[in-house]
């Protein structure tokens, strides 16, 4: 795919896609809820339209009509076994969490992916449910999918500290909790996005937080919802991101959730000197809309506790230090190496293929800022944000053609992408 370069004037509104994140969670409580679950404002991407089938396959009834996603909730005990394996696709969410789900049904599923999703660790998610009396085996002593579970409903609370700072796993935990007897801890190793935790109070279900400790008792009920989900702060960022280097831009991003644990990004940007403004804030929704202008900006370092509140936005903020005055150093982030794609080697390799001066480290990366970019073929290897990334770098390059393979990916979390850059190019 060709893509746009040589911008010199972006500006406009935007609201984007629903929070991927959310919406996934929205599936699987409202399925697990007794009684209807209403969903607005949903992200209609691949990625939670998989996990909306899986939840098809296990005898729940969704339907999706005049925008709404309405959901007949079959309790926690409701789930029937599949006809047929489960298909994850590329989601790593989905099939990390329906794995806690499962783990307290009485039935054996497979679950499989594509061809980057079968090249995902699930240990970290196995290791534990095995632990609580699920069986689980798959491919390498890593546990890659395709996945063989056969669940328990006799599952064993735990106690549990996590070795790696992941949402994912500490939701896979809860939901195998919620079907325990008894009471379960688990303690992450650094504070990561709290929207299951969120979720499962506005489901009608219990737990206690207390700094990185949870404490889940088992069993539990739960009562369909309505649920609006705000929209993504990890699309949302793409923006954010071209509206503060892309020359003579200012870019409003509405309906944009800012839970506290999902809003590094906007701490990077006020620690390296970007214009941004924060209005509309809705404190119950946890929303609000973000104004940022073209800004000078200066080199930063990321790290520590703010890793687990920006990870997903990493490859934009890389190519956002490309253009800061100084040297950024992003450390910590060991987490990008098992994504959709080694992301530490992929975003290094796409963007100094295109000019910038990137130095990869076991953990992160050394960013040599004002760079200046040139026209280049990338590759998303099937990863959404490398290509909505490449995409925004391109917007800067002034000499050459930049062509990116495999642009389908971003339909994974952001099918409208294209057009909304369309608008803020013609705004």
Known sequence: MRLKTNISHLQGSIRVPGDKSISHRSIIFGSLAEGETQVYDILRGEDVLSTMQVFRDLGVEIEDKDGIITIQ???????????????????????RLISGVLAGADFEVE?????????????????????????????????????????????????????????????????AALQAHG??????????????EDMLHQFGGHLSVEGKKITVQGPQKLTGQKVVVPGDISSAAFWLVAGLIVPNARVE????????????????????????????????????TLIVETSDLK?????????PRLIDELPIIALLATQAEGVTVIKDAEELKVKETDRIQVVADALNSMGADISPTADGMIINGKSSFHGAKINTFGDHRIGMMTAIAALLVKDGEVDLNRAEAINTSYPSFFDDLESLIHG
């Open 183 to 196: 009471q379960s801890i688990i303690v992450e190793k650094e504070c990561t996005r709290n929207h299951t």
């Open 73 to 95: 909730g079959v309790g926690m005990d409701g789930l029937k076994a599949p006809k047929k394996p489960l298909d994850m696709g590329n989601s790593g969410t989905s099939i």
């Open 111 to 175: 679950m499989f992916g594509d061809d980057s999703l079968s090249k995902r660790p699930m240990d970290r998610v196995t290791l534990p449910l095995t632990k609580m009396g699920a069986k689980i085996s798959g491919q390498t002593e890593r546990n890659l999918p395709p996945l063989h579970l056969k669940g328990s409903k006799n599952l064993t609370p735990i106690h549990y500290e996590l070795p790696i700072a992941s949402a994912q796993v500490k939701s896979a935990l809860i939901f």
């Open 299 to 307: 080199g930063t370092e990321i790290g520590g506790a703010l890793i």
């Open 253 to 288: 991003l509405k309906n944009v959730g800012i839970n506290e644990t999902r809003t590094g990004i906007l701490d990077v940007i006020r620690t390296m000197g970007g214009k941004l403004e924060i209005t509309d804030i809705d404190p119950i929704a946890k929303s609000a």
